[in-house]
Structure formats: C-alpha cells, structure tokens
C-alpha cells in the first residue's frame, strides 16, 4: 500500500514485469476493465445496464500474450534468518503398513504435507511419498488400504469446507483410489461422501461401505471390480453412517453391520448382488457403538459383539446366518465401561481367543469353539475381579500373543497356546528393575521372538528382541536418554519404527540390520503457523510482525510480537522499535499503512492507537483507547484511516486521521437519541466516502450511514424497524457507482443505494443460509456486476451468485454433497472473475466466469484429476494494478510453492520454487512493495523465516 506511484513509474515497471513473467508489453492486448471503471467511486446514477457476458459462439478463448525469449526472473532468496533456531520435528504416526510385491505402503504426515500415502523398499533412497493429494496442511488422510490386482487401493480426503478446516473430518469429500505406487498412477475409482467404514476382497472384488456424494448421512454397501465403470452401489443402508467396522465372510456370504430405518442395529449379509443382500436379524440399541463389531468367522459361524435384551454392555454372539440362529454367546461383557472399545477375536485353528469382563476375575484373556459351554477364560494372570486387561491380541505360529498386566507389575508382553501351563510372560526382561513397556510386536518369521521398546530410569529408553535363550533378550539399538523408540508395522521381513526425534526406522531383528530410513525436520506449528501475523506494505518496505522467544528474567523466557522492516536486502531487514536486544517498546497488532506511517496498536493494553512515520521511524501516540479494544475497527484508503473510538459502553466515535496526530478529526460520535449505545462497524471506504453501519443498542435497529469525514456530511441512508423480529445489517459491497449492502430481515436480503436514501431499495432475496458469517460469503465487484459466493448449513448446495441490480440470480452450483465448498478467494480480473472452487469430484483448482454458466469453468487444472491443487486456497495477490496475480499451489510433483496467472491457461504458470522436489515452502504472508515480493517460507534448514522474489 502507501503512497501511489505515478503513472509512469507503474507503466515502467508493467513493462518490466510483463516481459519477466510472459504477460507482453501494455501495448499488447490484456483483459482489463476501462479506465472509468478502475477502483471505486463516488456513488451516482445507476449507470446503463452491463454485465459479463459469454464468449461468442465458436471463438476460442485468447490465450495471454507471452513474449517469444521471456526474460527469467532473478531466484527468490531468503531475506534474512530472523530466528536462528532448529526448527523441531514432526510427531511421527506411520499407520496402515500393507506390502505389495516388493513395496511397503503406509501413511505418514511428515510435518509438511499432512496425512498422507508414503511408501518404501526398506532403504533410505526407497523411502518417498507417493502423492500429495490434498496439498497443505491437513492432508488427505489415506485409511483403508488394501492391495488387489497388483495395485493398492484406499480411501482418501479430496475436499474438506475451506472456512472451517479440520486434520480429521468425517463429513468432507473423499474417495476411493488406486494407485501402482507412483503420483501419475495414482487416481480416483469413485467419489464417497465420507470415509469407509470397511473395505474387504473377495475373488478379485473389492467390497465396502461409505456413504454417496450427495448424502454423506447414510452408509451405502458399494462392489467394485477396481475400475470407475464397475464400481456401483449395492445397498442403501439405514438412516446412519457407521464408525469403523469388521465384517467377516462365510464361504461366499460377506456379513456386515447395517442399520433399521427404526434406527435400531441389524446384521446383514451378500452374495454380490442386490436380490442377495438381505437381512440376517434385528438386534438391540445400546449405550455407545451398538451394532454388531468385530464380525468373525468360526467354525461356519459368525462371531460379534452385540447388545442383548436389558444388559449396559455388548456382550459375544454367534450367528449360523439365520434369524433364529443367531443368539448370545455366553453371559459376559465386553468391559466394565461403556468406553472400553470390545476385544477383537482372533482365530488359531477351531478356536477364537479375545478379552472379556465377569464378575469373578475382572477383564482377562478367554477361548471359545463357538458354543456357550465351550467358551472358557484361558487363565486368571490377575486373580480376583481386578483384571489384567489383556490387548493387542496377535496370532503367530499357532499361539496367540497379547500384553495384559498381572499381579500389580506393569504391562508385559505374553503368549497363550490355550492352555494355563501355556500360558507365559515374554518380555520385557530387564534383569529385575521394572521396565515400562511402550510397543511391541511379533514377526511372523517364525522364530516366535518379540521385538519391543520399553523405558528403565537407569538406561533410559531401549529397543529389544527377544531370543529364546537364558542370555534373556538383546538390544538392536543403544539406550537414548531423550527419544522414545515407538514399533508401528512390518512388512518386507522389516520391522519399522519410530523414534521422537523425528526418524523413522526398519530393522530386520539385528542390530546390523537395523537402519534409519529417513529423518523428518519439519513441525505443523512451524510450517504452517502464524508466527507471521501479518504484513503489510509501507512506501515499498515490507513490515510484519513475528511472534519470538525471549528472555524476561534470568531464569525465565517468554514469547513477544516484534516488529520488522525489510527494503528486500538482508543488511535491510532489521527490528524497528527495539529498545535492546529482546526488549520492545511496543507489541504492535492492526498494522494499518495510510500516507507513509504505520497505525497499530500494542497488543499487550490495547490501550492507545500508535502511529510510526516509516521515513524516521519515531512512534507517537495517536489517541487513547479508553475502553482498551479488544478488536479495533480500523481501515484505510492509503491516504487516509477511519477507526471507532469507544470510550465508554455506551458511547463510541468515529474518526479519521491523515496518519498523523495533528491530522485528526472527529467525524461523529453517539447520537443522542442513542443512550444505551451506538455501534458504528462494517467501516468500507468508497473514494473519499465512507460507508458503514451502525447498531442502536436501546431500539435494536441496524441503520446504513455515509460520511465525506465530517460531521455535517455524516448522513443516515436506510434504518432498519427494531422490535422483537431484528434486522442486522451483515455487509456492504461497493460496486461500480453504487454500493449493495446484505441484510438479515428474516431471510438474507440484498439492497442497492447510489448514496441517497431515496435510491436505497431491496434488489433480490439471497439463497442460502450459512450467510451470517462474513467468511461464508466473499464477494467480488466486475465492473458493474456484483458476485458472491453462497454457502449453505442446510443442505443446500454452494452458489456462485451474481446481480447488476436489475437482473439477479445463480451463475452455478454444484452437485449436491454433504461438505459446504463454496467459491473462495473471489477477485475481479479485468472482465473476468477469478476464485476457487471445485466440480464436486475433487479438489480445489482455479476457476473463472464471465458471469455465464457455460462461461464459469476451471482456468486450467493444475493437479490433474481428483486431487485438488490447494487443500486450503489462499488469496490471489495482484503484482500490479490490473494483474496478474500470485498465488501458492501444487500440481502435484512440486509442493505448495509461488505460481502466477493472467486468467487463462497459457498464462498460468509457476513462478518461483524455493524448495525445489515434492517438499512445500508454503509461501503466505504475500506482500508487493515496489518492484518486490515479498512472502515467508519454511525449509528444512532455518524454518519459516522471509523471503522476497524481485520481480525485475
């Protein structure tokens, strides 16, 4: 922001960065609207109807001018290391693990990319992610993997709502994908609703349940041969989307959970067709999960937990496929808790084991043949009703191994062969000081050894295999005093691990073949946080704050909001405001640039409004805040600042200031007929006027307002009637030579006012109705065409929606489906808008519209497929007044770095990369000051520090 630059600098400049960045010269054609139309204006007349219109039939769109040699940019390059430090490392949670061929699949969020597909061939080199499917921070979350046909197959996220983002999300977009471990062979099946609640083969077909597109509320049972044209439905299942579930199969037969229209739980089974897919028997609602879990097959019949008649707790069934065939088991109980999740069964030969509670010893390990009388507890490790709370139960070899506590000692590892006598404890074996066991596993190699890492106070934290032998267990890896070693998966013959520095480990059992695979410097708290708060540009230096560690006494530290300035040199990237090193004069927030000085107030009293003058660098006080804002509304045109002054509960004034404290002036203060209170809010600058609204506390009225800064031109424009059925003004567009404002009376209502009250009048009812909150509802001016982006909490699908005052309505919606997506980041392109959205069957890409439906398509897909280029849009930031515009995105083999576009797909391209390979810098904080841009980036080397890209 700042000060203008004359025209000719911009001219000289737009020629520079045109040729640098393939835009041509000004001279060359370019989408732009007319010079009258360029920023806004002082309200008047209603100007003669346009609006965006389609493409002429049969004329191809004009792909952006590119020079024939573009000149390249120089690299982009850190600015300066502000906070030497390491930048941490991820908490590793590797899950999933499934082999295929001589591949080791499983999921990983590396600190960088969120959740997502990892794979490896048990060497360093071998050891990458297979695609990034939902660049950013959350991830895709991948769950359901299971291999056929020589390809992988799961389930992934592809779109979550952009306003209210989470890591883990039932309700967002997701899929069912193949891959043959590489991003280009990496591609969706089909679209699902939500995740999977399971996912079985049988004989080349792959079965599950997850809910469609369009009702991501019900679970449906899908077949699918791998391919999209033979994946369909099979069931529609009851009123309800199930949590994770096991089925089983019986011969042909697959069983699995559903739910009645009654909403009570109900076992079902298929053959593969939908005239063989009926239900086996209603069964009983219980507190918590109460359908049938952990299906099992025994013997020809089917094991599960399920609810009977009067009893809290899940007890075991058993079920020959028949309603009448299928009863309780035995009087037991899954646990003494609703919350304690029931025990999965494991089957050796004709005999299921798993983990039940009784009165008489408590929670423990116990067999059954499937027949009441042939269901006994195998011993009582912990006797009396406390338990041993058995876990983790895992054939190998014909015996069962399971961790339980016994006689008052901590957790230890065991093995069963079903009998009491054989009934043992494995490990850990720490020469009699207690250890604490963390993990552990068991290989299937048949040696019937227990790899596991435990914790003693002496040696610190170890990892172990066990080896028959009277020399007790050795360790594969020298005791640490600071890193947790933690097993997840096998696979390869490799055992792998992690440890919480950050590395993750495969060992084959020896302490020669065990290897780190690979070490991760990256936190989700560094790469993606706003230790940056914000930036602003100040006459073509780039300011930000950044939240820092520093001493406060001797023997504590604290976290500060420091103040920086850079003019794109490292020698000229410095603190502004520092008394001594570590010691500020102010924590500045609401960084507001207006005529050369820098607005903020200190974040610690909020107490008083500060202006800095950038060209000396001294900080004044510009007024007191008596009431200390919590949230200071405060805007500016680049030449001047308006802000509310509240002094007390009830009375509040509107200012303005040049910047400086001897350039205030009182615009308007509480009126009289106002004494419970005047809020003046919505402050929206329209050339030299201001618009903005303002909430009667005493008669529960919102009313529009308009000021040219001086208290005789402070006018009333349209008051809303209070009472008990209130009308909130919500937002204030300025459009061309009028301004709309959105209105809650009711229903949402759009109003138009060319700066007069008589011309003020309702437009259109708005569709929709999550429209309350200002980020359900962004908005774009295109010459004299208002859009907005229309969400919904009901179920009404996302809108792109567009008025000129006369003629209103949709532009486009998408297909109905259960996560709100509406158009983000909407920004006027010449005649054009620009924004974010998706079909519908993937993820975020960028869109354009002329302002028709067939003219409202992709401006070119940057991550081919379902997968979207952004799992977060961000905004488009122009590099010059009519364009073009920066952004960060991936298409897939590069991470989230800078790219740049002119509105078409020829002129859409990257624009700079500073973590070259599939890793992300995730540029933010994106600034244009002078010929410069400025941004912060993350690398592995000094965290998210600034960075700027000269643009010339």
């Known amino acids: 922001m700042g000060l203008k630059p004359s025209p000719g600098a911009w001219a000289t400049f737009l020629l520079t960065l045109g040729a640098s960045l393939g835009c041509g010269s ?23 109807q346009q609006q965006p219109g389609p493409t002429p039939q049969g004329e191809q769109e004009q792909p952006g001018p590119v020079t024939e040699a573009e000149a390249p940019l120089p690299a982009p390059r850190l600015l300066k290391d502000v906070i030497p430090q390491d930048p941490g490392v991820p908490a590793l949670f590797p899950g999933g693990f499934v082999e295929l061929g001589t591949t080791q699949f499983f999921t990983l969020d590396d600190g960088i990319h969120g959740q997502e597909l990892w794979r490896t061939d048990g060497t360093p080199e071998g050891t990458a992610m297979v695609a990034d499917l939902m660049p950013g921070a959350l991830g895709s979350n991948p769950s359901s993997l299971i291999p056929m046909g020589g390809r992988l197959y799961f389930v992934a996220r592809t779109l979550t709502d952009p306003s209210n983002p989470a890591k883990f999300s039932g309700s967002d977009l997701h899929g069912l994908w193949r891959t043959d471990g590489t991003a280009q062979g990496t591609e969706q099946v089909v679209a699902l609703g939500s995740f999977a609640s399971f996912i079985t083969e049988h004989q080349g077909v792959l079965y599950f349940e997850a809910p469609t597109v369009d ?52 076992l079902w089974k298929t053959d593969g067709t939908k005239a063989g897919t009926v239900r086996v028997a209603r069964l009983m609602r219980g507190d918590g999960s109460s359908g049938p879990q952990h299906l099992t097959a025994l013997n020809g019949r089917l094991l599960f937990w399920a609810h009977g008649e009067a009893r809290r707790f899940p007890l075991p069934w058993t079920s020959d496929g028949t309603e009448a065939g299928t009863v309780p088991l ?5 646990g003494l808790s609703i919350h304690d999740e029931a025990s999965r069964f494991v089957v050796v030969g004709n005999t299921a084991f798993f983990s039940a509670w009784d009165a008489e010893g408590g ?23 406390e338990g041993s709370n058995p876990g983790g139960l895992t054939v190998r070899d014909g015996r069962v191994y399971f961790s339980a506590t016994a006689g008052g000692y901590t957790q230890r590892v065991w093995r069963t062969d079903g009998t009491e006598e054989g ?28 790899i596991y890492s435990d914790w003693v106070q002496e040696g610190g934290h170890r990892v172990w295999r066990t080896n028959n032998t009277a020399s007790g267990p050795a360790p594969l890896l020298p005791a640490s005093d600071t890193h947790e070693f933690n097993l997840k998966g096998w696979g390869l013959g490799l055992q792998y691990f992690t440890s919480t520095d950050g590395t993750l480990w495969a060992t084959d059992g020896t302490p020669e073949g065990t290897r780190v695979l690979r070490r991760f410097s990256a936190v989700h708290e560094d790469v993606y946080s706003a230790k940056f708060t914000q930036a602003v540009a100040v006459d073509g230096a780039f300011y930000f704050t950044r939240r820092q560690q520093v001493p406060l006494a ?32 102010h924590e500045p927030t609401s960084l507001t640039p207006v005529n050369g000085h820098l607005l903020f107030v200190d974040e610690r009293d909020r107490k008083t409004l500060w202006t800095l003058d950038a060209r000396t660098e001294e900080v004044r006080p510009m007024t007191d805040l008596p009431h200390g804002d919590a949230t200071l509304s405060l805007t500016s045109t680049g030449t001047q600042a308006w802000f509310v002054r509240k002094r007390s509960s009830s009375v509040q004034e509107l200012w303005r200031t040049d910047g400086t404290p001897e350039g205030m002036v009182l615009v308007a203060s509480t009126p009289g007929s106002s004494p419970y209170g005047w809020t003046p809010y919505l402050l929206t600058p329209v050339g030299q006027t201001l618009y903005f609204a303002s909430r009667d506390a005493s008669e529960l009225r919102d009313s529009l307002w308009k000021t040219d800064g001086t208290p005789e031109g402070t006018v009333k424009l349209k008051t809303f009637a209070g009472g008990l059925a209130r009308e909130d003004l919500l937002a204030i567009y300025p459009v061309g030579s009028r301004v709309y404002f959105r209105v809650w009376a009711g229903t949402h209502q759009l109003w138009v006012t060319d700066g007069t009250a008589e011309s003020s009048h309702f437009v259109s009812e708005l569709p929709g109705d999550d429209l309350f909150a200002p980020s359900r509802v962004e908005w774009a001016a295109v010459g004299d065409t208002l859009f907005l982006s229309l969400g919904s909490a009901s179920g009404e699908t996302p809108k792109l929606w567009k008025t000129d005052g006369r003629t209103s309505g949709v532009v486009r919606t998408l297909p109905r489906m259960g996560v709100t997506a509406p158009p983000v980041s909407l920004t006027a392109n010449g005649d054009q808008l620009l924004f974010w959205w998706t079909d519908g069957a993937g993820g975020f890409e960028l869109w354009k519209s002329d302002g028709t439906e067939a003219g409202t398509v992709p401006v070119k897909d940057l991550h081919p497929g379902a997968a979207g280029s952004v799992a977060i849009p961000g905004p488009l930031v122009p590099l010059g007044p009519k364009g073009p515009w920066v952004f960060a995105a991936s298409n897939g083999a590069t991470g989230m770095e800078l790219w740049r576009t002119d509105g078409t797909a020829a002129g859409t391209k990257p624009l700079a990369d500073v973590l070259p390979g599939p890793m992300s810098s995730s540029p933010a904080n994106l600034v244009v000051a002078g010929d410069k841009l400025f941004f912060s980036a993350w690398t592995p080397e000094t965290g998210r520090e600034p960075w700027v890209q000269p643009l010339r």
């Open 26 to 48: 000004p001279s060359e054609p370019e989408p732009g609207p007319p010079p009258e139309a360029s920023g806004p204006q002082e309200p008047g007349p209603a100007p003669e």
């Open 215 to 266: 009702d991501s509320s019900r679970a449906r049972l899908w077949r699918s041969d791998g391919t999209p044209g033979g994946t369909r439905e099979l069931h529609a299942g009851g009123p309800a989307k199930h949590g994770s579930v096991a089925p089983a199969w019986l011969g042909d037969s697959l069983f699995f959970p559903d739910t009645g229209q009654d909403g009570n739980p109900e």
């Open 330 to 334: 035995k009087d037991l109980q899954s």
């Open 363 to 385: 929670q423990e390990l116990w067999k059954t043949d499937g027949t009441e009388a042939g269901t006994v507890r195998v011993k009582d490790l912990w006797p009396g009703p």
């Open 423 to 450: 009934t043992v404890v494995l490990a850990p074996m720490s020469g009699g000081e207690p250890a604490v066991l963390r993990s552990w596993a068991v290989p299937p190699d048949g040696s019937g050894q227990v």
């Open 554 to 585: 001797p023997d504590r530290t604290g976290f500060v909001t420091a103040l920086w300035r850079s003019d794109g040199t490292p020698e000229g990237t410095r603190q502004v405001n520092r008394k001594a090193p570590g010691v500020f004069e």
